[in-house]
């Protein structure tokens, strides 16, 4: 079995997940239920989907949870961009967590790739 623990891009999805936890405490308290509880969602998402997929048998199973991680960074990353849009996050520190969400992205990608080839 696969340890998740290991993979460098559960690792990355986690300490932005906890990232995510923090940023959002300084959103309006009138988005608690909705953009907040969304961004929490789609960012814990990502490391779970890959944990979850180191626990299934075939590779199969495990690429298929892989790209719904690389769904929830895609809807996390509008969330984001939303969220700067709407003046919640300044340009610069959105503009960090997008970066951190297409390094995430490339090495889903990746090891996407490295399985199915």
């Known amino acids: 079995m696969r340890n998740y623990k290991n993979y460098l ?3 990355k999805g986690h300490q932005l997940t906890l990232d995510i936890y923090k940023l959002t405490n300084n959103f309006p308290k009138e988005e608690l239920f909705n953009l907040v509880s969304q961004m929490k969602r789609s960012s814990s998402s990502i490391p779970t989907n890959i944990a979850e997929g180191c626990g299934r048998k075939s590779e199969k199973d ?7 991680a690389f ?23 959105g503009n960090k967590f997008l970066s951190e969400i297409e390094e995430i992205k490339k090495m889903l990608n990746a090891l996407i790739q490295k399985i199915t080839s």
Do not use: C, M, P
């Open 9 to 11: 891009v559960w690792k």
């Open 62 to 68: 495990f690429t298929r949870f892989l790209y719904i």
């Open 71 to 93: 769904g929830s960074a895609n809807e996390l990353e509008y969330q984001l961009i939303l969220s700067i849009d709407l003046g919640f996050i300044n340009q610069k520190i």
